[in-house]
């Protein structure tokens, strides 16, 4: 691990100091055949003694920081780690091919799977090509197609979220955004094939939603769902972006959160430190938890996965039938 | 989970509802700047004589003009908001939009008659909290799709919201999938689905239940699109078309049937419904019908 000042998140620098310290010293063992592995021994447990204090006390701010670590493991990540092997596959039919969403067949652990994505970039370059992970209507509309596809010759469909947003410049609202987003949640509500959709860093508004209407969903453990940005919220609620830390408490959008309010089936562990430490081992982590959920559903008939699948979103949301009859209006709540 | 009719008669309880005008004798258009007699604009569907900018309506309002004769029978009356998140100043915002509203929530559900045809109607209110979508809401559209589905009956929704409501988090997010896999039983039922945006239709709701019609209408001049002004702002999005993300911008780009007028509105709903259904259809009509259903 690298102490690039730019890819080190502040609550990560005192790891990468003791990362950095590690390096060294194997570097200078190679070079004159010194023997020091108990020094390396005694620095990496201290390493990991200071990862877990860190990591026990993260904040919703700081998940949210680690789920857009420049590091972080991306879409074709997973793609390239996960799968057997995998074939993309381009375009909406209509406009063009997005390149901020991914997609492709694939086998995972010898079967066949369909998977969609976004995709964000690495570099500079990268992330314009990528457009930040923000997907355009085509793209929404190459991942229903590609969805379609994995029902027609019946393989189940793996999702992969990563977005800080849909893409909303003048022309994807010329294209129907909404439209697209809005169309691909009703489509897949009743796609008959089983649908794994993995939070894998952010899961940001409309745009996470419009490919993770599934059968499971999951959530990376240092990913975060939310329905709009702590600094757009902050931005609005108190017109005051630089209150996104109380916006994202107040959001509630980590994983464990999101477990609890019943909006994911599972959080997938990552390795200590964040996916970024090792994507080798979140990357095992994700595929064995898809495996064990595309073997789940695989048992269920068709009417019984699409009624499930109902009623799972049908039935998220909180209210109050409060006694009735109430003839004036009081302020019952 | 019940749903049923639990409702009282349109008339009644557009007693409570709150004018969507401001007090007073005059009213200033925003559109011309024109100084109206608010009993002028009031008798004119409050739409400005001069400029023929639509106001914006409260739920009663819309439902009266919408329905034949005040037939309208509201359900989940009292379907009411809690605080799910324990989000900060909620609560109080929630009481703030009641009593600025006079409704329990930012939509009012039910069914009623139009053109002849018994039909699901839901109504959002800007005036309760910019009409953003919450669990109530979402529930509301659901059970008042479902009830359509059960009752094989057409639906009319017309729009006006922010969006999803930031103060119910990620549970408001859901609130869109949860719409739109309602939309997906009406339309596996052959059910016509008529959608209205008014002014402001956005964000969260315009990329849900709002955008999947069979048919979609929208007032003139209405704001109508994907991201806020703020939200695009923030993103960076700044050369925008002069009419970007209003009704018409929308026509130009295929994306809604028609821009009509308010005064027309409730005639093109009726003819409509009649090519759906047939002229002034009882509402089993449709029953067994799946064929001449309007499945897209």
């Given at each position: 691990m690298s102490s690039d000042q730019w890819n080190v998140l502040d609550f990560e620098k005192p790891i990468a100091q003791l990362d950095d310290q590690i390096a060294e010293i194997k570097r200078l063992t190679q070079e004159r055949g010194e023997e020091r592995a108990e020094d390396i021994a005694a620095l990496e447990a201290d390493r990991d003694r200071l990862l877990a204090e860190v990591f026990q006390n993260l904040k919703p701010w700081d998940r949210t920081l680690l789920a857009r670590h420049p590091k972080r493991p991306y879409t074709l990540d997973y793609a390239r780690l996960m799968f057997d092997d995998y074939t993309e596959l381009h375009g909406d039919r209509l406009f063009a091919d997005d390149h901020a969403m991914v997609g492709g067949i694939a086998t995972l652990d010898g079967r066949e799977v369909m998977f969609v994505g976004q995709q964000k970039g690495r570099d500079l370059k990268d992330r314009q090509y990528r457009n930040f992970g923000s997907a355009k209507p085509e793209g929404y509309r190459k991942a229903l197609r590609l969805m379609k596809l994995a029902a027609k010759f019946k393989r189940p469909v793996i999702c992969f979220v990563d977005t800080p947003a849909a893409d909303c410049s003048v022309g994807s609202e010329e294209r129907g955004i909404s439209e697209a987003i809005a169309r691909n949640m009703m489509e897949m509500s009743a796609l008959p094939t089983p649908i794994v959709a993995v939070v894998l860093g952010e899961g940001g508004s409309g745009g996470a939603i419009g490919i993770a209407v599934a059968d499971r969903v999951m959530m990376m453990e240092n990913s975060v769902y939310s329905v709009i940005p702590p600094e757009g919220c902050a931005a609005i609620l108190w017109r005051d972006p630089t209150r996104a830390k109380d916006a994202a408490e107040a959001l509630k959008i980590t994983s464990q959160e999101a477990l609890q309010l019943g909006v994911v089936d599972e959080i997938i562990p990552e390795p200590l430190g964040g996916a970024h430490r090792s994507a080798e081992m979140a990357a095992k982590n994700v595929k064995s938890a898809i495996i064990k959920s595309l073997d789940e559903l695989g048992k269920l008939s068709k009417t019984k996965l699409l009624d499930q699948r109902y009623k799972k979103f049908r039935d998220i949301g909180a209210w109050q039938e409060a006694p009735?009859?109430?003839v004036q209006d009081t302020d019952e709540g | 989970m019940t749903f049923g009719l639990r409702g009282r008669s349109a008339t009644r309880a557009a007693r409570k509802s709150v004018d969507a005008l401001p007090d007073g004798l005059w009213t200033k258009c925003p559109g011309c700047g024109e100084i109206l007699f608010n009993k002028e604009l009031e008798k004119n569907l409050?739409?400005?004589?001069?400029?023929?900018h639509h106001y914006r309506l409260g739920a009663w309002y819309r439902i009266k003009i919408t329905v034949d004769d005040d037939n309208f029978t509201q359900f989940d009356e009292h379907l009411s908001t809690v605080n799910p998140l324990d989000f900060p100043d909620y609560d109080a915002k929630i009481v703030k939009g009641r009593q600025s509203?006079?409704?329990?929530?930012?939509v009012i559900t039910g069914v009623g008659e139009i053109g002849g045809h018994k039909t699901v109607l839901g109504v959002a209110d800007f005036g309760f909290m910019g009409g953003s979508m919450g669990g109530v809401v979402g529930e509301k559209i659901v059970r008042a799709m479902e009830y359509a589905v059960e009752n094989k009956l057409p639906v009319v929704l017309f729009t006006a919201s922010g969006?999803?409501?930031?103060?119910?988090g990620i549970l408001s997010l859901m609130q869109m999938a949860k719409t739109a896999a309602a939309c997906a039983k009406l339309h596996e039922a052959g059910l016509p689905y008529i959608v209205v945006f008014t002014d402001p239709t956005t964000a969260g709701v315009h990329a849900s239940?709002?955008?999947?019609?069979?048919f979609t209408f929208a007032e003139p001049g209405a704001l109508v699109g994907f991201a806020g002004a703020r939200v695009a702002q923030q993103a960076g999005v700044i050369h925008r078309p002069?009419?970007?993300?209003k009704s018409e911008f929308q026509l130009e780009h295929g994306m809604v049937d028609r821009v009509v007028s308010r005064r027309e509105l409730k005639g093109v709903i009726e003819k409509t419904l009649n090519f759906c259904l047939g002229k002034a259809a009882g509402p089993t009509l449709l029953s067994g019908d799946k064929e001449n259903g309007n499945e897209f």
């Open positions: 009735a009859p109430v | 409050r739409i400005c004589g001069k400029c023929g509203s006079g409704l329990q929530e930012a969006g999803a409501r930031m103060q119910e239940f709002a955008s999947i019609g069979d002069d009419n970007f993300q």
